[in-house]
């Protein structure tokens, strides 16, 4: 089965503070992503990453900021945290995708980190 | 510009009952879709997709029905459980371009005892 972890369930942090979300898989993927779950908005792609130090821009990319220094491992980073961004934040892994596979571009979840930004 | 559409928030079924959870999408380039479920204060997990050279897929209660050319999908539950309680998310990519899902906003669903 594959396994996404991330670091914290929940975390409570000051306006002003750096954080630092980590996402592990083991199922040696490629690509990794990060979301955030707000009520009424979906699941919204924050950043995503198809190889080791490689990253693209999702739709809200503005006050975050990632790194990805070895396959299995994705970091999200608020450089500067705000009350704003008091979300659920859930990282995904999925395969590189291959003709004729019948999930191609699935991807796996993490539990989820409930951060709340005081 | 939504690219995937779910159009009903909330939706609330009797137990044994059929639940339709309904999804349309914009972009013609989409060819591979897939629903998610998500309970409360977990991540997404997979349910079941579909490509676009089929317009059904079933996979014990739950079928996904594709209508290409209405740009329209629905997922069908029956019979309903209340353990179906939960957020569902409809997602949809272009196998040719990006590994990007894009998703819709989710529609929760309660089923009643």
């Known amino acids: 089965d594959v396994k996404v972890t991330q670091s914290s369930r929940y975390l409570v942090k000051r306006t002003g503070e750096k954080v630092f979300l980590e996402c592990v898989q083991d199922m040696d993927h490629e690509n990794m992503f990060w979301y955030r779950q707000d009520p009424g908005l979906g699941l919204r792609l924050i950043y995503f990453s198809y190889d080791v130090k490689m990253k693209e821009k999702g739709d809200i990319p503005e006050g975050y900021s990632v790194s990805r220094e070895k396959k299995e491992r994705f970091s999200l980073i608020l450089e500067s945290a705000s009350t704003n961004q008091t979300s659920m934040y859930l990282c995904?892994?999925?395969?590189?995708?291959?003709?004729?596979?019948?999930?191609?571009?699935?991807?796996?979840f993490g539990p989820g980190t409930r951060l709340t930004v005081l | 510009d939504q690219q995937v559409k779910q159009n009903s928030p909330s939706l609330s079924v009797q137990e044994g009952r059929i639940s339709i959870l309904n999804c349309d999408y914009t972009?013609?380039?989409?060819?591979?879709f897939l629903w998610y479920k998500k309970y409360p204060a977990e991540g997404p997990t997979f349910l079941i997709s579909?490509?676009?050279?089929?317009d059904k897929n079933e996979d014990g209660r739950f079928t996904v029905f594709l209508n290409k050319s209405a740009k329209h999908l629905s997922l069908h539950i029956v019979p309903s459980q209340p353990g179906d309680s939960a957020v569902y998310f409809c997602?949809?990519?272009?196998?040719?371009?990006?590994?990007?899902?894009?998703f819709g906003k989710g529609t929760k669903l309660t089923v009643n005892p």
């Open positions: 997602a949809a990519s272009d196998q040719g371009g990006s590994e990007k899902l894009v």
């Open positions: 579909i490509s676009s050279i089929k």
């Open positions: 972009n013609s380039m989409f060819d591979y």
């Open positions: 995904a892994s999925s395969v590189e995708g291959l003709a004729g596979a019948l999930r191609y571009n699935e991807q796996f």
